[in-house]
C-alpha cells in the first residue's frame, strides 16, 4: 500500500510538474534565448538545448542561393539530420524547423526535405506609441517604449492626452533585453524576419537622434535572429523635428532633410529595412497637404532609402470621402497610380476594403495594379474580434483571404488578370517570394508586455499563424492549430488524455472565427461596432455630427425594406472593382456567396436566399436566416465552452481557469451581440424571432444605454462589463 502510495505521489508529482510547467510565457518554445551575437552559434545552442538525437550537421551551401534567402533543406539519414542553407539565417529556420518536426511528432529518422518562404518580407507591424500605450493593444503596454503611466495626463473618458503622446516627457527608455531577445527569438522559431516597433499614427520623435540611439539598440538585439528593423515615419517629421516650413516632397530642402535622416539612420543601423508609411489618412500628415499625389509622397522618401537598398511600405487604408461608398476609396485613389511608384516601393494594402472585420471582401486593390508591388495587411490584434476576451482563432480567416486572391487571379477567362499575367505574372504569384523581387507581407501585432505576451495564452496562436503561413501559405488553419496546439499546451505529451485534449482544443479554435462571425456579424454585416473601442455591439450608435461613415448605420442601412449595403452595379458599384467574371457574380444577388449578401446587396426582409448556417444548408427568408446565424453563434460559443471544459486537469491550472474565465464572458459577449442586433433589426422587419431561436433576455432600451468609457488602449474588464448589463 505505501509503495502505491509513493508511486501515485510521485506520478502525480510528475503530471503537476508537466502540466504546470507550460503556463504560455514561453510561447511555443522551449528552454530559452541563446545570447550569442552569431546566428550560426544560436541555431547550434537552439540545437543543443532542444534536440534529442544524433548532432544535427550544419551546412552552408552557395549553391542553394537560387532560393529565396531564408530557404534551407533537412536531410535526415538513420537518425542524422543535415540542415543546408546559403545563409546562417536559413540554417537557423532549418534548426528551428526541425526541432518543431521532432517536438510535433514528426518523421525524424529517414526524411528529405526543401523549405522557401512564401514571401522576402514577414513583417510585424506594432501599434506602439513611444509613450508606452499600444493603439488597439490588449496584451498591456509596449516591451519596445516604455514611459511612466503615471506621466500621461488623462481627460475626462480616461483618453491620453495627444501632447503627451506625441512628446513623452520621459527619456526613452529600452525596456528589457531578455524580452526583446525572446520576442526576436520567437519570430525567427516561425520566419518572421522584421518588425516596426512604433505606431503607423506615428510621432515624429521617433527620428530624432536621441530615439534612434534607441532603436539602435533595439536592432542589435534583433540581429542575430535575422529580424530587420523598420520604422513608422511621420510624413510631416522635417516640420515637426527639422525646422522646416513645408514636408512637400518636391521641395528640394525637403528631400534633403530625408537623404541626410535616412543616412544618418543607416549609419546606426546598417541593414536598417526601410519606412512604413499612413499618409493622409485618419488625421495622418501626408503628401496630399501639399497638393501631390501619394506616388510623390512615396518616391521622394524611396528615392533617399535606395542608396542602401531599403524600401517604403506605404498604406493604402486611406477613405478620404470621394465617393459616397468609403469600401471604393482606396481603389479609386490608388488604382490610378499605377505604373507611378519607384521599384523600392510596395503598397501595403489591408485584406478587406473596410477594416479588419470579422469577415469582408477582399481588398479589390489586390490585382488592379499590375505595375505595382502590393503587400498584404492583417491584423492579428482583435480590435474587431473582441479584443483579448474572446478566443477567436484567425488562420482560418486569414487562408480564406489567401484562397479568394488566388482563385481570382487563376481563373483563365479572367479578362483584366489575362491582361495583367501577359504583362507580368498572374497575380497569386506575383505577391509570392522569388529571390531578388520584392514581396512581402505584414499582420498588425498582438504583442505586449502581460505575462503571456498577448493577453491571454490563445491569442498567441494568432502570432504563430501569421509566422507559418507568412512562410508558408499553403498551410492548412488546422495543421497550424495543431501544431502550435501541441506546442504550447501539451509539449512532451502524446498520451491518451492529451491526445483527446488535443483534440477539443483544435475543435475550439477552429469553430471559433465562424462562431464569431455568425454572433457579431453574419452574412456579409459589417462594422456594428461601439464607436471608438470598437468592443461590443452597437448598431444603434447615433453620434451627432460625427462621419457618418464611423457610424454602423452606415455599413448595414436597416430600413423597413431590408437589410445591407447595395454595392452592385444598381447601387454604389464596388462590384465594378472586381476582376469581371468575379464581379458578375457578386453583382447578382442569386450568385452572390451568402456570406457577401449583405456586404453587396440591400436585400428585403422577406426575400428567400440560400445559405449555410453550421452544418446546414437552409432556404428561407432573410430575416429568418439572420435570426438563425445569431444563434448559431451564441450556440457555438457555448459549444467552444464545452470543448475547453474538457481539458481540466491536463492543460496549465492558471491557464485553464483563465481562458474559462474568457470564454464565459465570450458567451455572455455573444448573447449580447444577438440581442443587441436582432432586436434591433427588428425595429425595421418587425417580423418575430422563429420558433427555434431564443428570445432574447436583454432589454433594447439598457443595451442601448450601455457605453463601456475605455480608451482604444484597452480590453474591458469583466467586473466592467458586469456592471454595464
Ligand atoms: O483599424 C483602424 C483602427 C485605428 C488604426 C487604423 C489604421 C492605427 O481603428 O486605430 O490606426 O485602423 O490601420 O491606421
Redesign the pocket.
Known amino acids: 500500500m505505501k509503495k502505491h502510495l509513493t508511486i501515485l505521489t510521485s506520478l502525480s508529482l510528475f503530471l503537476f510538474s508537466v502540466v504546470s510547467a507550460h503556463d504560455g510565457s514561453q510561447l511555443w518554445l522551449q528552454g530559452s534565448a541563446p545570447s550569442a551575437t552569431s546566428t550560426l552559434e544560436i541555431a547550434n545552442a537552439e540545437l543543443n538545448q532542444s534536440w534529442k538525437g544524433a548532432a544535427p550537421v550544419l551546412r552552408l551551401n552557395k549553391s542553394m542561393k537560387a532560393l529565396p534567402d531564408g530557404s534551407f533543406s533537412i536531410t535526415i539519414q538513420a537518425g542524422t539530420p543535415t540542415i543546408q542553407s546559403a545563409s546562417e539565417v536559413g540554417l537557423l529556420y532549418g534548426a528551428y524547423h526541425l526541432i518543431r518536426m521532432q517536438q510535433t511528432g514528426a518523421n525524424v529518422r529517414d526524411t528529405a526535405l526543401v523549405e522557401q518562404p512564401s514571401y522576402n518580407i514577414r513583417i510585424l507591424n506594432h ?1 506602439d506609441n513611444l509613450n508606452g500605450t499600444i ?2 493593444g490588449y496584451a498591456g503596454r509596449s516591451i519596445f517604449w516604455r514611459n511612466s503611466a503615471d506621466q500621461m495626463r488623462r481627460n475626462a473618458d480616461g483618453e491620453v492626452n495627444e501632447e503627451d503622446l506625441l512628446h513623452p516627457k520621459d527619456a526613452p527608455e529600452i525596456p528589457s533585453v531578455d524580452r526583446l531577445r525572446d520576442y526576436a527569438r520567437a519570430n525567427a522559431s516561425i520566419g518572421i524576419n522584421a518588425y516596426v516597433p512604433d ?3 506615428a510621432s515624429p520623435k521617433v527620428l530624432t537622434t536621441e530615439y534612434l540611439q534607441e532603436v539602435k539598440k533595439m536592432a542589435d538585439i534583433m540581429r542575430p535572429y535575422g529580424m530587420k528593423t523598420y520604422l513608422a515615419i511621420n510624413f510631416a517629421s522635417p516640420m515637426v523635428i527639422g525646422g522646416l516650413e513645408t514636408a512637400d516632397p518636391l521641395d528640394k530642402n525637403v528631400q534633403k532633410w530625408w537623404t541626410a535622416k535616412v543616412k544618418e539612420i543607416y549609419k546606426l543601423i546598417p541593414d536598417f529595412g526601410g519606412f512604413l508609411v ?1 499618409a493622409n ?2 488625421g495622418q500628415p501626408g503628401p496630399n497637404d501639399f497638393g501631390r499625389t501619394h506616388a510623390e509622397g512615396a518616391n521622394m522618401l524611396a528615392k533617399a532609402l535606395k542608396p542602401f537598398k531599403g524600401i517604403v511600405m506605404w ?1 493604402a ?1 486611406v477613405y478620404s470621402p470621394s465617393d459616397p461608398d468609403r469600401a471604393k476609396q482606396a481603389y479609386l485613389e490608388f488604382q490610378p497610380l499605377d505604373g507611378q511608384f519607384l521599384d523600392n516601393v510596395i503598397i501595403q494594402i ?1 485584406n478587406g476594403p473596410i ?2 472585420q470579422p469577415r469582408e471582401a477582399y481588398s479589390a486593390l489586390f490585382g488592379a495594379m499590375p505595375q505595382t508591388r502590393e503587400m498584404a495587411e492583417w ?1 492579428i490584434t482583435q ?2 474580434l473582441g479584443h483579448s476576451n474572446h478566443i477567436a482563432y484567425l488562420a482560418p480567416m486569414w487562408t480564406e483571404f489567401l484562397q479568394q486572391v488566388k482563385d481570382i487571379a487563376r481563373c483563365p477567362i479572367n479578362n483584366q488578370l489575362l491582361a495583367m499575367s501577359n504583362q507580368q505574372s498572374a497575380q497569386g504569384s506575383k505577391l509570392k517570394a522569388q529571390n531578388s523581387k520584392l514581396t512581402a507581407i505584414s499582420a ?1 501585432s498582438n504583442v505586449g508586455n502581460s505575462p503571456s505576451w498577448c493577453g491571454n495564452v490563445m491569442a498567441q496562436s494568432n502570432w504563430y499563424a501569421f509566422g507559418r503561413l507568412a512562410w508558408n501559405d499553403e498551410l492548412p488553419a488546422c495543421q497550424i492549430a495543431d501544431e502550435w496546439a501541441r506546442l504550447t499546451l501539451f509539449p512532451g505529451r502524446n498520451d491518451a488524455a492529451a491526445t483527446k485534449a488535443l483534440a477539443s482544443v483544435k475543435g475550439l479554435m477552429l469553430r471559433s472565427r465562424e462562431a464569431i462571425v455568425d454572433y457579431m456579424m453574419p452574412l456579409g454585416l459589417h462594422h456594428q461596432f461601439a464607436w471608438g473601442h ?1 468592443y461590443g455591439p452597437e448598431p444603434y450608435c447615433d453620434i451627432p455630427g460625427a462621419r457618418p461613415d464611423w457610424m454602423p448605420s452606415y455599413y448595414a442601412k436597416a430600413d423597413r425594406e431590408g437589410l445591407g449595403f447595395n454595392r452592385s452595379s444598381t447601387g454604389s458599384n464596388a462590384t465594378g472593382q472586381y476582376p469581371a467574371d468575379y464581379a458578375r457574380l457578386l453583382d447578382n444577388p442569386e450568385t452572390c456567396p451568402y456570406d457577401l449578401l449583405l456586404w453587396f446587396h440591400h436585400v428585403p426582409w422577406g426575400k428567400t436566399i440560400q445559405h449555410r448556417c453550421g452544418s446546414k444548408v437552409m432556404r428561407e427568408s432573410l430575416w429568418d436566416a439572420l435570426c438563425h446565424h445569431y444563434q448559431q453563434g451564441l450556440d457555438e460559443a457555448r459549444a467552444m465552452q464545452r470543448d475547453w471544459e474538457r481539458c481540466q486537469g491536463l492543460i496549465d491550472a492558471d491557464t485553464f481557469a483563465d481562458i474559462q474565465r474568457r470564454l464565459r464572458i465570450q458567451t455572455r459577449d455573444a448573447q449580447w451581440w444577438k440581442d443587441g442586433c436582432l432586436l434591433y433589426f427588428q425595429t425595421f422587419s418587425t417580423l418575430p424571432f422563429p420558433d427555434d431561436v431564443e428570445p432574447a433576455v436583454h432589454d433594447l432600451d439598457k443595451l442601448r444605454a450601455i457605453k463601456l468609457g475605455i480608451t ?1 488602449y484597452e480590453c474591458p474588464s469583466q467586473e466592467l462589463l458586469d456592471s454595464v448589463r
Open positions: 501599434w493603439e488597439r505606431n503607423v499614427n499612413k489618412s485618419e498604406r487604408f489591408k477594416d479588419f491584423q480590435e474587431y498588425v470598437h482604444n
